[in-house]
């Protein structure tokens, strides 16, 4: 069992940047690659970003490329999404993720085992 908890999110004005946190605890960090998803309201859950277990490949979705940063502190079993040049078409509750596929970057919730209660996030233009 991993227990995941999102911490940062907010209020900003278009243009402005978050940082999102997630701390894990339970099972070993470090077995899991880590995703953030979001879900805007009304829509389905979408992939935002992930990285693999051990911090070397990221892979993002296009709305997001160039804008958004994920990174991790397998020491501090922390996982972190900066978010810069916000759109309010970001707006949305923010998810991490734990993915214990053996390759990373799946772009599926459904490949994703554990998951955080949310953070949000809310843009305004």
């Known amino acids: 069992q991993v227990q995941l908890v999102e911490s940062g999110g907010g209020l900003v004005q278009a243009g402005g940047s978050l940082r999102l946190s997630c701390a894990a605890s339970?099972?070993?960090?470090?077995?899991?690659?880590m995703g953030w998803f979001r879900q805007p309201p009304g829509n389905a859950r979408e992939f935002v970003a992930v990285i693999s277990r051990n911090g070397g490949r990221t892979y993002y979705a296009d709305s997001v490329k160039g804008r958004f940063s994920i990174s991790r502190d397998n020491v501090e079993n922390m996982v972190y999404l900066q978010m810069n040049s916000l759109k309010p078409e970001d707006t949305a509750a923010y998810y991490c993720a734990a993915d214990s596929s053996v390759v990373a970057g799946s772009a599926s919730p459904y490949d994703y085992v554990y998951w955080g209660q949310g953070a949000q996030v809310t843009v305004t233009s």
């Open positions: 339970g099972r070993t960090f470090s077995d899991y690659h």
